[in-house]
């Protein structure tokens, strides 16, 4: 076996066109390495919930250039098999069509640059077109420049939120693609991602791609100005702007769009982290560099804290570091960092019931059919009686904005992790640059009525219930942990969680009419009166980007009058803890 593994290695070492990972490959040989060469050459890297993404380092299991070289080619090769033809407009007028153009973004980690530059040549030497974005940019402007630029394709070369170690390849398909007409812009699903997988696999060599030194154009800034005036779009005009931001890309690449935007939709200019403010692929002053992690926001918190009472922050607002989701937080006294984050779900709620009120929830689609609301089965279930109260319709996806993208009449939906889709008919996925100015907005006229975010979810409670969510996530070293754990719940599912007892209990990985399979469980938990329980739930899955198995629970209680709030949400927090204790009892973990 260890004759084998390093035969393999060697294999692969002749084929690496990159020194830097030829020499630490060829060191791992030579210092007999077997565990770690194993890890590396336990199979190849395949496309999950977004894509390629994994720790940077020499192998098949590893983000390097001969992987991305490899994935570019399998692309350009699904691109050429399914003979795509680029948009009307992109077609020179009185002439032949150009071949099939792909655009390639990237962020500002370690190596993006490098996957970028080698995907457009190999975009080149397949006969495609390829354009890359001017410099690092957020993902957001990807997508939007996918469909802004007829393009047949596009590549983001990002890991997102994941630790300074990684990187990442997501992979979109544009209008010109068969079964994309109208969801181009987003990224792929099934079959698209298993026939690009087994042109990725049929690849001879990275030695045999033809990679030309040049030929793929440098898109000018008019890309980045055409996002922006796009951007600008989904405020309301005339609404209130007088809103105080403190915000934070924490070391990512959002800075110049975000404050660009908020300065062209005529906000006050946000204050920036300064510690967090420039691009830094090292991410040195969180541990993890997503706004959901613990200790994430706290220098966002003291900028906040340092600011003039007389010019006290409104909100703290954070984007990932490629710019794709938005955190959100508010003042909150009673808290000893004085403020607290929002969770994804009620920005969500909040976002949805913004829309609503300015009349835009039919707005902004391709056309007047356009209005439907959707979210995944991990959120939260409030937004389906949102969409039920207002008349608009209302769909569940899988997890991941590629299955909410492919929503038919979307016109806008959310994720919990923080992701949120304002304007598909511009951004086919989740944009944390629009989300933020639509936040603004929402933040600013309630300002001017002299109400408050949180004043607004107390009355979307009292409207509908309260709707409390949390989760369970626990991160592990050894990913069998994780299909132990999925195991057990599936041989010996609860009948009980926080003495609710369990309606129903579902295994995912069957499908059903509304779902394509998925590795997850899903449990519905009845209330009554007795518990002050309406209905709760709970979903368990593997994460599709971390090595992390993740809990979703959600339990809705009715409220009757406003003094009723804190007692719901106090028994909501008590059930909610009940839940984890007795899920993760009856999953070993």
Sequence with gaps: MQHELIARARDWLSDDP?????????????????DELAARFAGTLQFGTAGLRAELGAGPMRMNRAVVIRAAAGLASYLNRQRPRPAQDAQPAGGQPRPGLVVIGYDARHRS????????????????????????????????????????????????????????????????VAGTASRGGSQIVPPADAEIAAEIAAVAGVHAVPRPDAGWEIAGEEVVEAYLERAASVLTEGSPRAVRVVY?????????????????????????????????????????PNPEEPGAMDLAFATARATAADAAPDLVIANDPDAD???????????????????????GALL???????????????????????????SSSLLSRIAATAGVPYAETLTGFKWLARVDGVRYAYEEALGYCV????????????????????????????????ELLDELALAHGLHATDQLS??????????????????????????????SAQDLSQGSEALPPTDGLRYHLAGGAGSGVETARVIVRPSGTEPKLKCYLEVVLPVA?????????????????AVKRDLAAAAGI
């Design 18 to 34: 990159d020194p830097d990972t030829r020499q630490e490959l060829t060191d791992l040989i030579e210092a007999g390495a077997g």
């Design 113 to 176: 640059a490098d996957f970028a530059r080698d995907t457009a040549a190999v975009m080149v030497g397949a006969g495609l077109r390829a354009v890359l974005l001017p410099r690092p940019l957020p993902t957001p402007v990807l997508a939007f420049a996918i469909r802004h630029l007829g393009a047949v394709a596009g590549v983001e070369v990002t890991a997102s939120h994941n630790p300074p170690r990684d990187n990442g390849y997501k992979v979109y398909l544009g209008d010109g």
């Design 248 to 288: 934070t890309p924490l070391h990512g690449v959002g800075r110049e769009t975000l404050t660009a935007a908020f300065a062209r939709a005529g906000f006050p200019a946000p204050t920036v982290v300064a510690e967090q403010a420039e691009p830094d692929p090292d991410f040195p002053t969180v541990a993890f």
């Design 325 to 347: 989701r938005c955190a959100v937080a508010v003042p909150a006294p009673e808290e000893p960092a004085g403020w607290r984050m929002l969770r994804g779900d009620e920005v």
């Design 352 to 378: 949805a019931a913004h829309l609503v009120r300015t009349g835009r929830a039919g707005q902004g689609g391709q056309s007047a059919t356009d209005t439907t609301f959707a979210t995944t089965i991990v």
């Design 423 to 454: 304007d598909p008919a511009g951004v086919r996925d989740k944009d944390g640059i629009t989300a933020a100015l639509l936040v603004a907005e929402l933040a600013a006229g309630l300002r001017a009525e002299g109400r408050t975010l949180v």
């Design 474 to 503: 626990v991160r592990v070293d050894d990913l069998s942990v994780i299909a132990a754990a999925m195991e057990r719940l599936r041989a010996q599912p609860p009948t009980d969680l926080a003495g609710l007892p369990v309606t």
């Design 561 to 577: 009058a406003p003094d009723a709030l804190p007692v719901a949400r106090a028994r909501a927090r008590e059930v909610l803890e």
